[in-house]
């Protein structure tokens, strides 16, 4: 029925979430020399260079303070993410409120949620950091008005969870942690003034909690033997009552909120019906109903009133987003934004009084933009954009497709071009292009989804035709698509892949054996399955964090995972039949029909995907005589956020597409230069890298 995950009126597009995240860097002009550069792969646009591609941004997840005299955000500092804040009308006076260095601040979790948080009485930031990507978390308080920063819970060796901030008392905060017990977080009320911490329940069963503005902890989700949840309610004293059962194969719905008098629950839900609904339950007597709801996807945004918590309008997100106002007093508001700017938008926060808005605007061919709402003159005043260096740059457009599965299913992904590919504008290039083949991580969490991503960009200023793609396990199409996943990774998903990659041959779209497939996390999983389990399909993989033995991975997830959950949808470890099915979809095992190079990148202190995983399949890859390149970050976890890495990678990366496809790319050079990374095997493989191992002092050749 319901997970603690934050309603994605709060997170960032999925398009612009990278695994392999890059923070901030300088502005970079195109030259003359640059220009002549462009005929490398005879594309009629100049190559624009990597740092002002995927130099990180220079505003990343901002927010309103909810007094609304405050802006937000992260940017660079001395090169590293930092908490920066500006006046609301005076975003030229910005001033950094935290100095934080080697990593810094992560602007979002690894499932797109925004990683601070302002106190209710806009006195300060709070914000979570963990040592090099272990995800051992602590909370810290920045103070807005002195910069002085504080480790609110100074536990080397537990993960610290922001559950909830006070209203009206925004002196403190309910916190999970789990020192006493890895698998359980114990539920604290936190002083932010002093650290203090009291406890309000002792966890022993319940894998997660939903707290109202009060810090009451209201509902509890327990995980049954049989991979369902159970979802209880508080009755007060450390008591739950039974609310409802998601049965095994249910989808979980996500909690939107409470109303202001805490007594009723609004929630997305799929309980009873295909699609997540919008739905109202009653907490004294459990009754629910439906508030609004759409036969072809999920609710995937929900507005909230930032005092009453009541409702006012939804959106929903098959191709492109789209809002639906249910209090006529909100429908001006977005009739007024639909012309503010161009593209898709989102209500990022507002302020207590209503009076201003934050919103981001995203198109697929400009960078994202943020406005600042007033509402009593329906005046949308603009801010900011995430990359200013890209603006009035040759970017593509991003075109939505629905392609059907060979069992029928609907898999809605994007197709970029290279500028001057499509004269037409119809989404078919002149000749068949190069192609690389973007898979997202989660599956659960994630989607590909209408947006402007720096990632694509590159690879279409590259020369590459991009597909970045949904298949059975992305969220937002419903839960039959979703459970589709079921026992499907490497198996039908892998061929969900296989058919789109086959489209877009048959569409004149790729050459077809010029094709790559690329991906983080689960999609890195994903490029592995595809060329171990469809050899000839895809001529290269990049494979980011990625497991590669599934039996291994299943045996290391992380103790706040449930095992019973993953179990039922990757393949039960605990059982000889289980364990049969894993080895049949680990592609480790099939390392032998693998024809094509890959490219493994890691980091040392991935909590989620350990680094044995890579270091077995490059080893197992280089015994079968397969051409792989290995690069490791000592320094960095489930994905890289220092930007001196991010760089390595994206040079390295598309030095080795272009050695393998034929697109254009800029000489690796002096672009390790900072880096922490490392190159175990296959440094020959990709041109210049060596060469730029050596200049940088070969790091652990």
């Not at 003159?377 to 497709?401: D, I, M, Q």
């Not at 199409?477 to 877009?504: C, P, R």
Request: aromatic share 8%; proline share 7%; with cysteine.
């Amino acid at each position: 029925m319901f997970t603690t995950a934050t309603s994605r009126s709060s997170r960032r597009s999925g398009n612009s979430r990278r695994p392999f995240q890059s923070s901030p860097g300088l502005r970079c002009v195109l030259t003359a020399a640059l220009l002549a550069a462009a005929g490398a792969a005879g594309a009629a646009e100049p190559l624009i260079p990597l740092a002002t591609l995927l130099g990180p941004p220079r505003v990343a997840a901002p927010a309103l303070s909810p007094d609304g005299r405050m802006l937000s955000w992260i940017a660079p500092l001395d090169g590293v993410p930092n908490l920066w804040v500006a006046p609301a009308d005076s975003v030229s006076a910005a001033r950094p409120v935290t100095r934080e260095s080697g990593r810094g601040l992560q602007a979002f979790d690894v499932s797109g949620n925004v990683a601070y948080r302002w106190t209710g009485d806009s006195r300060y930031l709070l914000y979570r950091k963990d040592h090099d990507g272990d995800e051992q978390w602590n909370l810290y308080r920045a103070s807005v008005a002195t910069g002085d920063t504080v480790n609110l819970t100074p536990r080397p060796n537990a993960q610290v969870r922001l559950l909830a901030l006070g209203e009206p008392d925004a002196g403190h905060a309910l916190v999970g942690i789990n020192d006493r017990e890895p698998r359980r977080h114990d539920l604290y009320r936190l002083d932010l003034a002093t650290g203090t911490l009291q406890l309000v329940e002792k966890n022993e069963r319940f894998a997660g909690f939903v707290a109202d503005p009060a810090l009451r902890p209201r509902l509890a989700f327990a995980v049954t033997p049989q991979g369902g949840i159970d979802v209880l309610r508080s009755a007060g004293d450390g008591q739950w009552q039974p609310l409802d059962r998601v049965d095994p194969g249910e989808s979980p719905g996500k909690v939107v909120g409470f109303d202001r008098e805490n007594r009723t629950l609004f929630a997305r839900s799929a309980r009873g019906r295909n699609t997540a609904a919008l739905v109202a339950y009653d907490l004294a007597s459990g009754a629910m109903r439906v508030i609004a709801e759409d036969p072809r996807t999920d609710i995937a945004e929900v507005l909230v009133h930032p005092v009453s918590g009541a409702v006012q309008a939804y959106a929903t997100n098959f191709t492109r987003l789209e809002w639906h106002p249910l209090d006529s007093r909100v429908k001006p508001d977005l009739e007024a934004l639909r012309t503010a700017a161009g593209g898709d938008f989102r209500i990022v926060s507002r302020s207590r009084d209503d009076r201003r808005w934050l919103v981001d605007y995203t198109l697929a061919d400009a960078p994202e933009s943020w406005y600042l709402y007033e509402r009593g003159a329906r005046r949308a005043t603009r801010l900011f954009s995430s990359n200013p260096e890209l603006e009035g740059l040759p970017l593509a457009k991003l075109h939505p497709l629905v392609i059907r599965s060979r069992d029928g299913l609907d898999l809605v992904s994007y197709l970029s071009l290279p500028p001057g590919s499509d004269p037409d504008g119809d989404g078919r290039p002149s000749a068949p292009l190069p192609t690389v083949m973007l898979v997202h991580g989660g599956p659960g969490d994630e989607r590909a989804e209408y947006g402007f991503a720096p990632l694509l960009q590159w690879l279409a200023n590259r020369g590459y035709a991009v597909l970045n793609v949904n298949f059975r396990g992305s969220p937002g199409f419903g839960k039959a698509f979703q459970n589709a996943e079921q026992l499907e990774w490497g198996g039908k998903m892998n061929l969900d892949l296989v058919d789109q990659a086959d489209w877009a041959v048959a569409n004149g779209i790729a050459a077809k054996d010029r094709i790559a497939v690329m991906g983080g996390s689960y999609g890195g999983y994903a490029a592995l399955c595809a060329m171990a389990f469809t050899p000839g399909t895809f001529a290269c993989a990049v494979d980011v964090v990625g497991p590669a033995n599934l039996e291994t991975f299943m045996a290391t997830i992380p103790p706040t995972w449930s095992l019973d959950h993953f179990a039922r949808r990757v393949g039960d470890p605990r059982t000889e039949e289980g364990r049969a099915h894993l080895r049949a979809r680990s592609p480790i095992h099939f390392v032998d029909q693998v024809r094509g190079p890959i490219l493994i990148a890691q980091g040392a202190n991935d909590a989620r995907v350990p680094q044995v995983e890579s270091d077995s399949m490059v080893a197992a890859l280089a015994r079968r005589g397969v051409q792989v390149t290995y690069l490791l970050y000592p320094d960095e976890g489930h994905g890289f956020a220092r930007s001196e890495n991010s760089m390595a990678f994206y040079a390295v990366t598309e030095a080795f597409l272009a050695a393998n496809l034929g697109g254009r790319f800029e000489p690796i050079g002096d672009r390790l230069k900072g880096s922490s990374v490392r190159v175990p095997a296959g440094a020959e493989h990709v041109p210049g890298l060596a060469e730029a191992l050596g200049a940088n002092g070969a790091p652990g050749r």
